[in-house]
């Protein structure tokens, strides 16, 4: 596996409520899978750091970013659909073009349930190229997968298909609850550092 640092970090922007989990769950086995690191707010729980400062953080140590825009329902207890994706989208482009140096090598993959439905809430980021992932966990992994191995500069390097990715995705799952159980962890009060973990050493167990 490759150092950790700003060239392998990705930051992963998206809804975290259950309804989204397997999802998220499954893009982020798929960015250590093709052997970059994924990071998100998750990782962090410091009540004294404002929570903008740990975004302003992460991203500033990120190369590449997965934003996933499709949450746009409304918030049943608000009323009110939720801007934090779209914010963090913002913030993240916004170090791309006016930070120094290394920020300006940024690269990002937009994902939605469909390519062209963002024109209808969020246009102005009209003419980037916005992925499909259907909802679908499959979807998801293949588009992360294509994004990463264009946005990769050795040539030469080979990240297996999408749909093996996938399969070995599934692979884990069905192995995560003897896993926990083996490092006495509860599969259902898992934490994202506690997941990482995981996913980190299940691939080291099973490399390609």
Known sequence: MPSFDYEQNVFVNSP?????????????????DCGFKARCTLEVDDSAQVRIDKIFDIIKDCKFGIHDISRTEIDPASGLPRFNMPLELGIFLGARRFGQGKQREKICLILDKE?????????????????????????????????????????????????RICDRYKLFLSELPQLCTSLNLNQEELIYNDYTTLVVGWLRANPW
């Not at 975290?16 to 982020?28: H, M």
């Open 16 to 32: 975290f409520d259950s309804d989204y989990a397997a999802l998220f769950d499954a893009i982020i086995f798929a960015v250590h």
């Open 115 to 163: 390519r062209y439905r963002y024109q209808q809430f969020c246009s102005d980021i009209s003419g980037q190229d916005i992925r499909s992932h259907g909802g679908d966990i499959l979807g998801a992994i293949i588009a992360v997968r294509d994004w990463l191995r264009n946005a990769t500069t050795e040539r030469d390097v080979i990240i297996p298909a999408g749909s």
